[in-house]
């Protein structure tokens, strides 16, 4: 799609944060956060305890760094981000992982499907593409998407994409407790829990411009523990 496709893309534009969290993102923070800017009125990156210049790159490019002195895990950047956005008056926060994975230029389907259909939390979907996964990713993504499906009664295409939109009101009524990658499962299912509506946008699916940082052990066991818990 086109920016035309947005009734008022400066109006999403006026209440849109964008909120990275990264942890030694020194290679591509920079681009992520200049090809941000013309779509959002502000660009924070929570600096999950880097110990490269990240953050230096970032402000640099025009992001507005917060920082984590030590690593804290995923879970914990995006809800720092997303209350100082919200505290900020922002209506809506655009989530993107800081590897690279994320393209800024697909932001404006996110606003369209918010738009026309009222979602409240507006999820990527890369499974067009799911070929170009690597295997274990996919099926481990699907393995998890077929789960929260069953746990919300709602078709879950893609849960693990960190590509997300979120209305801020919406986010401030549920409560999200994890730390890390599973938070983003946790946002699911308590939105569904809560009667919020969820969206699926298709985006390409794009190789990040490091090795993932998710380990199938740790976070693997992690994510199945919080399964049980919620099951």
Known sequence: MNTDQVANLSA???KTAAVIPCLNESRTIAELAKELLP??????VVDDGSTDDTAAIAQAA???VLRQNENRGKGEALRLGLETARQRGFEWAAT???DGQHAPADLPRFFYHAESSGADLII???MAEAQSMPLARRWANQWASRQLGRMTGLAMPDSQCGYRLIRLAAWREVTLTTPGFELESEALLMFARAGKKLGFVPIPCRSAARPSRF???RDGWLWLKWWWRNR
């Not at 779509?39 to 924070?44: G, H, M, Q």
């Open 12 to 14: 999403w534009q006026a």
């Open 39 to 44: 779509l959002v009125r502000a660009v924070l």
């Open 62 to 64: 025009g992001a507005e």
């Open 96 to 98: 993107l992982d800081g």
């Open 124 to 126: 990527g979907n890369r």
């Open 215 to 217: 380990r199938a052990g």
